[in-house]
């Protein structure tokens, strides 16, 4: 992952990264399963594990993601877990508890890779739709997110910016980004709109 990956979009004929800011993104993720660590962009840096000073550092696990809810955290690191196991799609959506308290809604979408893999990196983001809840919603855990077309969507959509890493043609990267926030868009809009999806 490149650090501070939403703002690398700048300059860019669309301003990508205002629309990431207007959809809701607010960090990427990096983890590497033959370090067992973990890298945040600036802003995952800050919600994930309360210290915007850890970007770029390669983390253990328990400090890129120790400002999850205490209460979601077990399930959350339980799926993580089990999805490194077999590779592929990790979808969670949970709380996060701030140092001062605050806590926020995460959406957190990625990919990572199979144990025996040739691929060395998994790759995520994370939107937040605190904003999306209904206040009178209750706060009760949610459950793993089936896969769906859009899930299958985003995957191949990440597989495919994972596959032109090192082409040097921006308007390929920049078709690829957008794509990747519609898909955000959209799977964030049903994720919230139904009021029942829910994953971990």
Not at 12 to 20: E, Q, Y
Not at 21 to 46: H, Q, T
Not at 67 to 94: K, N, S
Request: net charge negative; hydrophobic share 40%; with cysteine.
């Amino acid at each position: 992952m490149v650090v501070d990956a939403i703002k690398r979009t700048r300059g860019l004929p669309v301003d990508l990264s205002a629309a990431l800011d207007a959809s809701g993104v607010i960090g990427a993720w990096s983890w590497s399963p033959r370090s067992d660590r973990c890298i945040l962009d600036a802003g995952a840096a800050e919600v994930l594990a309360g210290d915007p000073g850890l970007v770029g550092r390669p983390l253990p696990l328990e400090i890129a993601r120790s400002c999850i809810h205490p209460e979601d955290r077990p399930a959350v690191v339980r799926h993580f877990q089990a999805v490194c196991e077999r590779g592929g799609l990790f979808v969670a959506e949970y709380r996060t508890l701030s140092p001062a308290g605050q806590v926020r809604w995460i959406l957190d979408r990625g990919r990572v890779p199979a144990a025996g893999s040739s691929r060395r990196t998994g790759h995520g983001l994370i939107l937040d739709v605190t904003d999306n809840r209904r206040e009178d919603e209750p706060e009760i855990p949610a459950q793993v997110e089936p896969l769906d077309a859009l899930s299958v969507a985003i995957d191949r959509a990440i597989e495919c910016r994972d596959a032109l890493g090192g082409v040097a043609d921006s308007e390929l990267q920049l078709l690829i980004d957008m794509l990747l926030l519609r898909l955000g868009q959209s799977i964030a809009k049903g994720a919230t709109g139904t009021g029942a999806r829910r994953a971990h």
